[in-house]
């Protein structure tokens, strides 16, 4: 089993940064390509952010494309989000994701692993 832990969730204002890390332990192998969803009240779990592997592909939602960056250290076993110029409309629970194949993908149900969630709140 794969077992992924959120950190890096809080609250601050409309325009500040936060950067979220996602660890995975476990069964590590398994660990290819990691993602991002978020979920706001009353909302469906919807895709932030995708990396490959090695970390040389990435995608974005069109909502957070410039503002926010993806990365990965394969030697720490994490996965981070660089959240940057941050809206209200940015406030809900973060959840790290990862799937065993290697390449990035934006949808919920191409991930196998999820965390249980972090919680971002930007006030205005």
């Known amino acids: 089993q794969v077992q992924l832990v959120e950190s890096g969730g809080g609250l601050v204002q409309a325009g500040g940064s936060l950067r979220l890390s996602c660890a995975h332990s476990?069964?590590?192998?398994?660990?290819?390509?990691m993602g991002w969803f978020r979920q706001a009240p009353g909302k469906e779990r919807d895709f932030v952010a995708a990396?490959?592997?090695?970390?040389?592909?990435?995608t974005y939602a069109d909502s957070v494309q410039g503002r926010f960056t993806i990365s990965r250290d394969n030697a720490k076993n994490t996965c981070y989000l660089q959240m940057n110029n941050l809206k209200p409309e940015d406030t809900a629970v973060y959840y790290c994701?990862?799937?065993?194949?290697?390449?990035?993908?934006?949808?919920?149900?191409?991930?196998?692993?999820w965390g249980q969630g972090t919680q971002v709140t930007v006030s205005s």
């Open positions: 994701a990862a799937r065993s194949p290697w390449g990035a993908a934006p949808s919920r149900s191409n991930y196998n692993y």
């Open positions: 990396i490959s592997w090695s970390g040389g592909d990435t």
């Open positions: 476990g069964r590590t192998a398994s660990v290819g390509a």
